[in-house]
């Protein structure tokens, strides 16, 4: 089960027999493996992983990170407020946090002025927040092992003696 987590990871658009090949097991028994990894939660989604700043025409969207300190609910803890928030369509990850902050949120808006609005108008006025921090991503460079940036390489030519 971990070979084919693991080359999923790596690359979703394997074929069944590829895996297969590589695992030295039957096609059956890789789609067999992938059925109970999505019947189990353990595969959510297969999803491509796009480069939004290559994308030529399109609208690049603004992506802020937001620091929220909260008040946790009886009986509920945090479970409660972090419902409330990722429910949200401009929230792409919530996180529980150790540290100055309790939740960790990254949403995505059309411009600053829409996430200004969406923190000063949705976030901070849900009951439970004590307070917020936001900072916008500039640029990306790495994000869960894709690098976006191209790798320089040195175009130089070896000198021999």
Do not use: C, W
């Not at 929230?91 to 609005?117: N, Q, T």
């Amino acid at each position: 089960m971990e070979e084919i987590l693991a080359l999923l990871q790596e690359n979703a658009r394997l074929s069944v027999a590829d895996m297969a090949a590589m695992t030295k097991k039957t096609e059956a028994e890789v789609s067999e493996i992938m059925k109970q990894l999505e019947k189990d939660g353990i595969i959510l989604k297969y999803a491509a992983i796009v480069n939004p700043e290559k994308l030529s025409g399109h609208v690049v969207r603004e992506r802020a990170e937001i620091e929220i300190q909260v008040v946790p609910q009886r009986e509920h803890g945090f479970d409660a407020i972090a419902e409330r928030i990722y429910r949200f369509p401009q929230v792409k990850s919530v996180y529980l946090m150790s540290g100055d902050y309790d939740l960790k949120v990254v949403v995505e808006g059309e411009s600053v002025r829409d996430i200004g609005f969406f923190v000063a108008r949705k976030l901070s006025t849900l009951e439970g927040v004590r307070g917020t921090r936001t900072t916008f991503v500039l640029q990306t460079y790495k994000e869960n092992d894709i690098l976006y940036v191209a790798e320089k390489k040195d175009n130089r030519e070896g000198v021999t003696a």
